[in-house]
């Protein structure tokens, strides 16, 4: 079946620091990519999304190529703030899918510092 | 009231109590989802319809029992729950058929006492 795979936070970063939050998946055919992030006490947003092969979702500093190559979607941000504290889940979609049912990873906390 | 929202936001309940939660989304979609969101544990999708019929039950306990009347309103209906449902119930709708984005809402966050 499909499946993501990401890095076990947490991760600690200082303010303005690199990020880069690793995903690797497992699907049959071209599923659509979605990086999604969750704020202390709030349910899910969409951060960014990539719907084929070398496609680049992009949003708020955040960034992630869909390589179909090594089957990963790595989300990365040149400079994190300490606002960008969240727990962060990459999840895909499969092309043909009645009920379009996500399958998630395990989440990424994320913390950075002042 | 816009997107996805859920009442109540929080709630407190006995093993002996029922209960329902309920979502309800303004964004004319035509799928809903009911996910659960433990400590320390993947999300689980629990239910899904699309075109209000259920399509997905991932091997649920039967004392959470969904119901969804129309495209805008889903509930969850609870009965005799364990201490080990405590958890953040997270509310989604989409376009059925996809590939799509989900849109959440900002949970239930359920004690059992």
């Known amino acids: 079946g499909d499946s993501v795979t990401q890095m076990e936070g947490p991760v600690t970063l200082s303010e303005e620091a690199f990020l880069t939050i690793n995903c690797t998946y497992t699907a049959t055919g071209y599923p659509s990519l979605f990086w999604y992030v969750q704020y202390p006490g709030e349910g899910l947003q969409l951060l960014l999304k990539?719907?084929?092969?070398?496609d680049k979702g992009s949003n708020k500093g955040f960034e992630a190529t869909y390589r179909k190559e090594t089957t990963s979607f790595h989300l990365e941000k040149g400079s994190v703030q300490v606002s960008d504290s969240a727990v962060y889940f990459c999840a895909l979609v499969p092309r043909y899918n009645a009920g379009n049912m996500l399958t998630f990873g395990g989440g990424t906390r994320l913390m950075v510092k002042p | 009231e816009t997107g996805v929202t859920q009442t109540p936001r929080h709630l407190v309940m006995g093993m002996t109590n029922k209960k329902s939660l309920k979502c309800e989304q303004h964004l004319g979609h035509n799928a809903m989802y009911w996910y659960k969101q433990s400590a320390k544990k993947p999300l689980e999708l629990m239910f899904v319809y699309s075109l209000e019929e259920r399509v997905e039950n991932n091997s649920v306990p039967s004392r959470f029992s969904p119901e969804c009347p129309n495209s805008s309103h889903l509930f969850l209906h609870l009965h005799t729950l364990q201490p080990e449902d405590s958890a953040l119930y997270l509310c989604?709708?989409?376009?059925?058929?996809?590939?799509?984005?989900?849109?959440f809402g900002p949970g239930t966050r359920l004690t059992v006492l």
């Open positions: 989604a709708s989409s376009l059925a058929g996809g590939p799509d984005e989900q849109f």
């Open positions: 990539a719907t084929k092969a070398d």
